[in-house]
T-cell receptor, first 113, second 115 residues
Framework: AQSVTQPDIHITVSEGASLELRCNYSYGATPYLFWYVQSPGQGLQLLLKYFSGDTLVQGIKGFEAEFKRSQSSFNLRKPSVHWSDAAEYFCAVGARYGNKLVFGAGTILRVKS | GAVVSQHPSRVICKSGTSVKIECRSLDFQATTMFWYRQFPKQSLMLMATSNEGSKATYEQGVEKDKFLINHASLTLSTLTVTSAHPEDSSFYIC???????????FGPGTRLTVL
């Protein structure tokens, strides 16, 4: 069965601190992995994606994620969090073209000053 | 590039009426569009997948006669909530993929409130 687990429902970090959001997946074929961010009342914005190649991918807004096949993980990281990063983050897995995505439950990031 | 719009952003309607939500891909041809529903503080639940020119494929538990989906062109898909009831109140989000894009790009969502 295809599934995505984001074990942390809420995370609070101080502004300027580093951040890691966890994502584990289960997928029967070659996984294509995505991280999206959603601000309150808004749609989803793509942060980054991994299809193949270098397992460390860079995204927008200073985010990066590392694909670890052996651990079935695709954790999102940022070295220094800004207050504007407060939002909800979704990890998703799917096929590469035209196929539906399976989303994790999301992690709400709070940033304290 | 890869911009998806939704209209309206918010709609309030009376119980029993029908509401149409539009999803447009503005700068690419969307061979596939997806409709999601998101309840407060929950993740996205896929409702249906539509390919241009063919009938939508609905997920288990989603009533196809209640949530009518039309994908008549490569840039437009519509979701019509028929005979809406308060329990249909939710945040509806569409996404689109296709052409040279191998990623789903999401619209900004539509907040539906049924009184």
């Amino acid at each position: 069965a295809q599934s995505v687990t984001q074990p942390d429902i809420h995370i609070t970090v101080s502004e300027g601190a580093s951040l890691e959001l966890r994502c584990n997946y289960s997928y029967g074929a070659t996984p294509y992995l995505f991280w999206y961010v959603q601000s309150p009342g808004q749609g989803l914005q793509l942060l980054l994606k991994y299809f193949s190649g270098d397992t460390l991918v860079q995204g927008i807004k200073g985010f990066e994620a590392e694909f670890k096949r052996s651990q079935s993980s695709f954790n999102l990281r940022k070295p220094s969090v800004h207050w504007s990063d407060a939002a909800e983050y979704f990890c998703a897995v799917g096929a590469r073209y035209g196929n539906k995505l399976v989303f994790g439950a999301g992690t709400i990031l709070r940033v304290k000053s | 590039g890869a911009v998806v719009s939704q209209h309206p952003s918010r709609v309030i309607c009376k119980s029993g009426t029908s509401v149409k939500i539009e999803c447009r891909s503005l700068d690419f041809q969307a061979t596939t569009m997806f409709w999601y529903r998101q309840f407060p503080k929950q993740s996205l639940m896929l409702m249906a997948t539509s390919n241009e020119g063919s009938k939508a494929t609905y997920e288990q538990g989603v009533e196809k006669d209640k949530f009518l989906i039309n994908h008549a062109s490569l840039t437009l898909s519509t979701l019509t909530v028929t005979s809406a009831h308060p329990e249909d109140s939710s945040f509806y989000i569409c996404s689109a993929s296709g052409g040279n894009t191998d990623t789903q790009y999401f619209g900004p969502g539509t907040r539906l409130t049924v009184l």
